[in-house]
């Protein structure tokens, strides 16, 4: 069956709500390190990492013999009624390196199962179900998740099981907080909050929930040290600050473990996902015992932490610690940064992000608009070179990219040079 009959099929029995990307739309059929190849048997280097999915990369022995062994015992899950000993083992390693004083760790299956559970222990936890989120996140598809959501594109309904407010937060390059220094950037987030808090709640709020850096919004972060000065001003409401480190996690931005690491200052709860699984379906929350443990239910998925993805999730785990790649995101991130900077190309506003996360905003020359039909172009020209990247923002206008941590400099390089290509092309497609 060729890509089109399966693109027709798709069509057909499948929501118009999930399209594949590309004009001519890619099927992946195998693996191997940051590589992956299409039915037709062409090779890309994947800069998306699946969606920071592939952490550590594709066709990883370490990974499949873990989950061949679990395979091989005859039981792929039976039930959470029983013990599973791959699950408590995970949870005790995840908890180790939290950074959550006292931590308990809650597994599913995905990252909107872990924020949707996180929203339900803070209100639960406080009594309220008035949340605080921020304009431009992304926090998955459950009805609580989207509701906590700050972008239309993805919002999908206003209908809610929460109350929600939104802070302000943004870039640097448009907005309230257009061209402000790092100080007067945090000191106008914390007159923002203090403001939401005094207009728009009733003063009992359950929790902000906030990406370090936003995934799906474009790789937008506030400056080092801002989630330190808005904790201050949650604490004195007895508010919780749970931290989707979905995209952030597991070493990904270099310089630290977890996202919320750069701003000196411990979350009440974070929320998992992606990358740990490394392709299988694993996310979860940490947090505090005392509020993990405020739930009066009984209350679990069937399939969360089953020992496939248990088995995977620890062999990722452990491979990350053991090869240190945080400091090989740290490294080959550095190179990936300094090159995309180094093509001072005209169609590029701003270069965002930390280690392996990086993006960058594509506008029309000599101005600040959005230009999505660019970002559309260099995903085409990248793909007709054999790189992968993603795509988003709140117009659709940024460039992603978070390969597999895993990345080597001469890869980072070989990219570079087809992305300098695709933004020519892109370019000459502007003038
Ligand atoms: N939180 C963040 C920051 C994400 O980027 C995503 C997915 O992109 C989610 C939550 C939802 O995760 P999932 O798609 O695994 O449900």
């Given at each position: 069956m060729s890509t089109d009959e399966l693109l027709n099929r798709h069509?057909?029995?499948?929501?118009?709500?999930?399209?594949?990307?590309?004009?001519?739309?890619?099927?992946?059929?195998?693996?191997?390190?940051?590589?992956?190849?299409?039915?037709?048997?062409?090779?890309?280097?994947?800069?998306f990492g699946g969606v920071?999915?592939?952490?550590?990369?594709?066709?990883?022995?370490?990974?499949?013999?873990?989950?061949?062994?679990?395979?091989?015992?005859?039981?792929a899950h039976s039930s959470?009624?029983?013990?599973?000993r791959k699950q408590v083992?995970?949870?005790?390693?995840?908890?180790?390196?939290?950074?959550?004083?006292?931590?308990?760790?809650?597994?599913?299956?995905?990252?909107?199962?872990?924020?949707?559970?996180?929203?339900?222990?803070?209100?639960?936890?406080?009594?309220s179900n008035q949340i605080l989120a921020v304009r431009n996140s992304y926090h998955g598809r459950s009805f609580a998740a989207l509701?906590?959501?700050?972008?239309?594109?993805?919002?999908?309904?206003?209908?809610?099981?929460?109350?929600?407010?939104?802070?302000?937060?943004?870039?640097?390059?448009?907005?309230?907080?257009?061209?402000?220094?790092?100080?007067?950037?945090?000191a106008r987030a914390v007159t923002d909050l203090r403001e939401v808090l005094a207009t728009t709640t009733?003063?009992?709020?359950?929790?902000?929930?906030?990406?370090?850096?936003?995934?799906?919004?474009?790789?937008?972060?506030?400056?080092?040290?801002y989630f330190k000065a808005i904790k201050e001003v949650l604490d004195e409401h007895g508010i919780l600050w749970v931290s989707d480190e979905v995209q952030t996690g597991w070493g990904r931005t270099g310089e630290h473990f977890w996202?919320?690491?750069?701003?000196?200052?411990?979350?009440?709860?974070?929320?998992?996902?992606?990358?740990?699984?490394?392709?299988?379906?694993?996310?979860?929350?940490?947090?505090?015992?005392?509020?993990?443990?405020?739930?009066?239910?009984?209350?679990?998925n069937t399939f969360g932490g089953n020992p496939i993805s248990a088995s995977a999730g620890q062999a990722v785990l452990d491979y990350v610690l053991s090869h240190d790649l945080q400091s090989n995101a740290a490294r080959v991130g550095e190179v990936l940064h300094a090159g995309v900077r180094g093509l001072d190309?005209?169609?590029?506003?701003?270069?965002?992000?930390?280690?392996?996360?990086?993006?960058?905003?594509?506008?029309?020359?000599?101005?600040?608009?959005?230009?999505?039909e660019l970002a559309l172009r260099v995903l085409e020209e990248t793909k007709a070179n054999g790189l992968l990247v993603g795509k988003g923002g709140l117009y659709g206008n940024v460039i992603r990219m978070g390969p597999p941590l895993t990345l080597t400099e001469a890869e980072a390089k070989e990219g570079l040079d087809i992305l300098a290509a695709a933004l020519a092309a892109a370019h000459q497609q502007a003038v």
């Open positions: 069509r057909a029995v499948m929501p118009n709500w999930i399209s594949p990307l590309y004009a001519e739309p890619i099927e992946l059929v195998s693996g191997a390190g940051c590589r992956v190849t299409d039915a037709s048997g062409r090779t890309y280097l994947d800069f920071l999915t592939n952490m550590i990369g594709y066709d990883i022995p370490e990974i499949s013999d873990a989950v061949r062994r679990q395979i091989d015992k005859g039981i959470t009624l029983y013990l599973i083992e995970l949870a005790e390693k995840i908890a180790k390196v939290s950074g959550i004083p006292d931590a308990k760790v809650f597994l599913a299956n995905s990252g909107t199962e872990a924020n949707d559970t996180a929203l339900l222990l803070a209100t639960q936890y406080r009594r509701a906590v959501t700050g972008q239309r594109s993805w919002s999908a309904t206003s209908l809610s099981p929460v109350n929600v407010s939104y802070l302000h937060s943004g870039d640097r390059l448009r907005g309230l907080f257009a061209g402000l220094s790092d100080a007067e950037y945090i009733a003063g009992d709020v359950a929790c902000l929930i906030a990406e370090p850096i936003q995934g799906v919004g474009g790789f937008v972060a506030p400056p080092d040290g996202g919320y690491q750069a701003h000196d200052a411990v979350p009440d709860m974070l929320t998992f996902a992606k990358g740990i699984g490394n392709g299988f379906a694993l996310g979860g929350v940490v947090a505090r015992a005392e509020i993990m443990d405020c739930l009066n239910a009984v209350s679990f190309s005209p169609i590029v506003a701003e270069v965002r992000g930390k280690g392996l996360m990086l993006a960058f905003e594509l506008v029309r020359p000599g101005t600040l608009d959005p230009a999505p």
